[in-house]
């Protein structure tokens, strides 16, 4: 009879409980299904099993990375925009490449050690996946830790760059008066006051000359205050290498904050992640069980970011010599 019951979908009691106690549908109950004997503990309810679980998660990892292109690539688009407009107009006005100067004006040395901090933090947590994999919790926290570590430098550096360039005056809606900077590294701008792109700089003067009056009134100035001029070594080998539109170099800053400070925005969530992370393996939580798939997604997130720089390096501070070389001419 109970046989019976339980094919047609009739509820049973089970020969356990006492007379008046609540039904069970099929035989079993609900709740025991969704957290107990029916699964892992890190499993949950609206999942059938583990692989499916662990299937969905990386696949909502991949849509969110794909939204996060599209955001990304959104500023990357503005770059080409900008910097294909005004290369031709600087050509056509016998200016030099803004996107050039720019660049010309950021620290690459400290571009290029970053680079290799985040390359660095790559294998990292790649080593902390396979560890989470692996369930070896030693060496899970120890390149979680590295990573956090290797983050932190990375802003760390980016802080003292940042700070640098808002010293030298080229941070735009902050501090931007890049004269004295410009004229330390060669160069004249064509202001509102001169030109905005009409080709020349102030009338009745030559630009060299004009660059050359700016550099000597900064140097000397430098010298008596020990200000901005004198940090440049006198300047006995500067050269006058041209003009560049201010405008026009202000909005290869306003793109270079935008892109960089965007970036920076990403390491600090991926550090207050990882900090989260390095918590629970230190409870033993993704090496005692199978659920380590948090710090594989995880590892997806922070590669994204890495890469990301990889694409930003050169194309914010390795395009001096080739633009520089052909606005010589």
């Known amino acids: 009879m109970s046989n019976v019951a339980i094919h047609s979908g009739e509820p049973t009691r089970p020969e356990h409980q006492f007379e008046g106690a609540p039904v069970q549908a099929h035989g079993f109950d609900s709740h025991e299904h969704a957290h107990g004997s029916h699964g892992p503990a890190h499993l949950h309810h609206h999942f059938t099993d583990t692989a499916q679980q662990r299937e969905s998660n990386a696949l909502g990892m991949w849509v969110f990375l794909v939204t996060e292109v599209m955001t990304f690539g959104a500023l990357f688009f503005v770059y080409t925009l900008y910097r294909s407009l005004f290369e031709v107009q600087a050509h056509e006005q016998g200016f030099l490449s803004p996107w050039g100067v720019g660049s010309h004006l950021l620290n690459n040395t400290l571009g290029f050690t970053n680079t290799l901090v985040l390359l660095c933090s790559s294998l990292t947590v790649a080593t902390a996946v396979h560890a989470a994999g692996m369930k070896n919790k030693k060496l899970l926290l120890t390149m979680l830790c590295v990573t956090w570590v290797l983050g932190a430098v990375f802003l760390g550096i980016k802080a003292v760059e940042w700070a640098a360039d808002y010293h030298e005056g080229i941070v735009p809606g902050l501090n931007w008066n890049p004269t004295e900077t410009l004229a330390h590294k060669g160069f004249v701008a064509a202001t509102i006051d001169g030109v905005n792109g009409g080709g020349t700089v102030l009338p009745g003067t030559n630009p060299q000359q004009q660059w050359q009056a700016i550099y000597n009134e900064?140097?000397?100035?430098?010298?008596?205050?020990?200000?901005?001029?004198?940090?440049?070594?006198?300047?006995?080998?500067?050269?006058?290498?041209?003009?560049?539109?201010?405008?026009?170099?202000?909005?290869?800053?306003?793109?270079?904050?935008?892109?960089t400070g965007l970036h920076a925005l990403h390491m600090v969530i991926g550090l207050g992640i990882?900090?989260?992370?390095?918590?629970?393996?230190?409870?033993?939580?993704?090496?005692?069980?199978?659920?380590?798939?948090?710090?594989?997604?995880?590892?997806?997130?922070?590669?994204?970011?890495?890469?990301?720089?990889?694409?930003?390096?050169?194309?914010?501070?390795?395009?001096?010599?080739h633009a520089m070389t052909g606005a010589a001419h």
């Open 274 to 321: 990882l900090a989260f992370y390095i918590r629970h393996a230190h409870a033993n939580i993704f090496t005692a069980s199978a659920n380590d798939q948090p710090v594989e997604i995880f590892g997806l997130y922070w590669h994204f970011v890495d890469i990301i720089w990889v694409f930003l390096y050169p194309l914010l501070y390795l395009i001096t010599l």
């Open 218 to 259: 900064s140097a000397a100035s430098g010298a008596h205050g020990g200000g901005h001029g004198g940090g440049h070594g006198g300047g006995h080998d500067t050269k006058f290498m041209g003009v560049v539109n201010s405008m026009h170099l202000q909005m290869f800053f306003v793109i270079y904050f935008c892109m």
